[in-house]
C-alpha cells in the first residue's frame, strides 16, 4: 500500500505545487481551458469555490472504453464532464489534489481554446476520418523475421544515455529544444541515401520544443499511415527550470529510443513499406500532452487516413511478471488483438498481460479521442511501474543498465509496423530448396570465396565442418569478408554455421579463412529464384 501511494505520488504528478508557486511568483494570470470529469472538478472547487463551469456535458463511455466520457472509469455509465477556464496555479493546484484526493494521476486535460474545449465535450468524430480498418492478418513473416534478429539493445541502449545527457527535455527549457534538434539530426543522418524517407520538425506555437516527425513514404498504399510514437520531452517534480536534472530515462527516452532502433532496422535492411510510416517524437507530453493533441488534430483536419497508432511510452522497466501488458483504455480493441497475436508469433517466450491506465496517461489519447485507433504497451502493471519517473532519479542505472526490456518493445513494434505496412504484399515466388557443396583445404590465413548464391526471399543457411580452425562470414549484396559480413561464425575448430534471412531476391556471398591450415566441406542451401 505505501509503496503504491508513494509510487504514485512520484509518479504521475505532471506539474506539482512546487511549479504553482514558480507560476504564482512569475504572476501568470493567463487562463488556460480545461476539461475534468464531475470528481476532479469537485477538487477543483475547493481550490476556488467561486469558479463555474462553462460547459458541461453528460457523456458514457462507448463499448470500446473510448473516452466519449473522457475521465469516466465506468463503462457504460454516464459521467458528467466539464470545460472550465483557470490560471495556470489553478491547474497545477488542481493536479496535486487529483493526486492527494483521488489518488490517481491526470484527470484534467489541456485545450488550447474554447472551441476546441468544447470538441473535447462531444463524442470523438469516427465518423469523417475513413481509417481504413487493416485485417490484422500476419502475412509478412519473411519481412518480419529477416529484420527483428537484426535488431539490438545496445544501440537503445545508446539513444537512451544519449537523451539522458541533456540536463532536462522540459518543453519550455534549452534542453527540451536541444534535444530535439539532436533527435531530428540523428534520425536525417540515419536516412541518408533514401529518398523516400524524411524528417522534419512540427513547430508548436506556444512553447519552445518542437515535435519531431518522420516519414517513411509508402510505395503503392502511400495515403495510408501507420504511426509509432513516444514522447521527446521529460519533467521533474522539482522544478521546471534550466538546470533542474529531468534525465526521462524510462519516461520516454526509452520510447524514443525503442523506435528508433525500429528505424535503424528497417534501413539497414533496406525495408520499403507499401503504407506510409510515421514515426513521431512529441514535445510537451508531459504537461498535458500537448504536442501530440496539436498533431493528432492537424492529420483530423487533413483527412489523414491513419490505419494504426502504437505508442511507446515506458519500455525499458520490468516491474511485473509479464513483459508486456497492453493498456485497454483509451485504446483500440481489435488492434490491441492483433499485437497480442503479433508476440506470440514474433516473440517466442516474451509474456503479455493487459492493464489501464485509469485516465489520458499519455499520447495515444490524443489519437483515440479522434476515433483513430490507437495502442498502448506499457512496461509494467500500473501498479508497479517505475518509481522513479518525473525525478532525477530516472536514470539508466535504474532500469538496471540494460536495454533488453525495451529490445521487446522495438521488436513489437517493428512488426506493427512491418505486418501492417506491408498489408496485402506479394511475396515473390520462390523456387524449390537447393543445396550446393564444396570441399578443399586453406593454408593458415588463406581466404577463398563463393557464390554470388543467387537466393530468393528466406533463410540461407551454410555450415562447414572438417579439420583445423576455419571461419566462416555470409554477406548479403556484395563480398563478404573478415571486416564486412551479416553473419560470421569464428568458433576455434572446422564447424561453423551461419543463416542469413532475405526479404526479397537477392545474392549472396561467402567466404571462409582460415585461421589455422585445415580442411573444410561446405554445404550451402537456399531457396532459388523462380
Ligand atoms: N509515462 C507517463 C504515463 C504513465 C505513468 C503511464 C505511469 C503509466 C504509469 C506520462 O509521461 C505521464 O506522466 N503522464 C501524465 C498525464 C499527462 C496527461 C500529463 C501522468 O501520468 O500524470
Ligand atoms: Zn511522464
Redesign the pocket.
Known amino acids: 500500500m505505501k509503496k503504491t501511494l508513494l509510487s504514485l505520488l512520484l509518479?504521475?504528478?505532471?506539474m506539482p505545487a512546487v511549479h504553482a508557486e514558480e507560476s504564482t511568483l512569475a504572476g501568470n494570470s493567463k487562463l488556460h481551458w480545461i476539461t475534468l470529469s464531475d470528481a476532479a472538478f469537485q477538487q477543483l472547487k475547493k481550490i476556488n469555490p467561486a469558479l463555474s463551469p462553462k460547459h458541461s456535458a453528460s457523456l458514457a463511455s462507448d463499448a470500446s472504453g473510448l473516452p466519449t466520457g473522457k475521465f469516466s472509469a465506468h463503462t457504460g455509465e454516464a459521467e458528467k464532464v466539464h470545460a472550465v477556464q483557470v490560471t495556470e496555479a489553478q491547474m497545477l493546484a488542481l493536479s496535486e489534489k487529483v493526486h492527494h484526493e483521488l489518488k490517481r494521476?491526470?484527470g484534467f486535460?489541456f485545450h488550447p481554446n474554447e472551441a476546441a474545449a468544447r470538441t473535447a465535450l462531444s463524442t470523438p468524430v469516427k465518423q469523417g476520418l475513413a481509417a481504413t480498418r487493416p485485417s490484422y492478418k500476419i502475412a509478412n513473416q519473411a519481412l518480419v523475421k529477416a529484420i527483428l534478429p537484426t535488431m539490438q539493445d545496445s544501440n537503445i541502449a545508446q539513444t537512451i544515455i544519449d537523451l539522458t545527457n541533456f540536463t532536462n527535455r522540459y518543453y519550455q527549457s534549452q534542453g527540451g529544444v536541444n534535444s530535439s534538434n539532436w533527435l531530428l539530426q540523428k534520425w536525417k543522418t540515419m536516412a541518408q541515401g533514401r529518398s523516400d524517407i524524411s524528417a522534419v520538425q512540427f513547430k508548436h506555437s506556444s512553447w519552445a520544443q518542437p515535435s519531431v516527425i518522420l516519414t517513411i513514404q509508402g510505395t503503392d498504399r502511400a495515403s495510408e499511415v501507420v504511426v509509432l510514437g513516444a514522447?521527446l520531452d521529460s519533467i521533474s517534480m522539482n522544478g521546471t527550470s534550466e538546470t533542474t536534472r529531468a534525465p526521462g530515462a524510462d519516461?520516454?527516452a526509452s520510447g524514443i529510443a525503442s523506435m528508433t532502433e525500429v528505424l535503424r532496422a528497417m534501413i539497414a535492411n533496406k525495408y520499403k513499406p507499401r503504407r506510409t510510416i510515421k514515426m513521431i517524437a512529441y514535445a510537451a507530453?508531459?504537461?498535458?500532452?500537448r504536442g501530440s493533441q496539436e498533431i493528432a488534430t492537424s492529420f483530423a483536419n487533413a483527412k489523414t487516413n491513419v490505419v494504426g497508432v502504437m505508442q511507446l511510452?515506458?519500455t525499458n522497466y520490468k516491474g511485473g511478471a509479464n513483459d508486456i501488458y497492453l493498456f485497454t483504455d483509451y485504446t483500440d480493441n481489435a488492434q490491441n488483438t492483433f499485437i497480442g497475436n503479433l508476440i506470440a508469433t514474433y516473440l517466442p517466450g516474451v509474456k503479455v498481460g493487459s492493464d489501464k491506465?485509469g485516465?489520458?496517461?499519455?499520447d495515444h489519447a490524443s489519437w483515440s479521442r479522434l476515433g483513430y485507433a490507437a495502442s498502448m504497451p506499457?512496461e509494467s502493471p500500473?501498479n508497479a511501474?517505475n518509481p522513479h519517473?518525473?525525478t532525477a532519479n530516472d536514470t539508466f542505472a535504474n532500469s538496471g543498465n540494460q536495454a533488453q526490456h525495451a529490445l521487446k518493445f522495438a521488436r513489437m513494434a517493428a512488426a506493427f509496423a512491418i505486418e501492417l505496412g506491408s498489408e496485402g504484399a506479394v511475396t515473390p515466388p520462390s523456387g524449390t530448396d537447393k543445396t550446393e557443396t564444396f570441399s578443399g583445404s586453406l593454408a593458415r590465413g588463406a581466404k577463398k570465396s563463393f557464390g554470388p548464391f543467387k537466393a530468393a526471399a528466406g533463410s540461407l543457411k551454410a555450415i562447414t565442418s572438417g579439420t583445423g580452425d576455419i571461419d566462416m562470414y555470409v554477406k548479403k549484396g556484395s563480398a563478404a569478408s573478415s571486416s564486412s559480413y551479416d553473419c560470421r561464425s569464428v568458433g576455434s575448430t572446422a564447424s561453423e554455421s551461419c543463416s542469413v534471412n532475405l526479404t526479397a531476391n537477392g545474392d549472396v556471398y561467402l567466404q571462409l579463412t582460415g585461421y589455422t591450415a585445415g580442411t573444410y566441406k561446405l554445404s550451402v542451401t537456399y531457396k532459388t529464384q523462380k
Do not use: R, T
Not at 509518479?11 to 505532471?14: L, T
Not at 485516465?359 to 499519455?362: F, G, T
Open positions: 509518479a504521475c504528478i505532471a494521476c491526470g486535460m514522447h519516461d520516454d507530453e508531459e504537461v498535458g500532452l511510452d515506458m491506465c485516465y489520458a496517461c499519455s506499457f500500473m511501474h519517473i518525473h
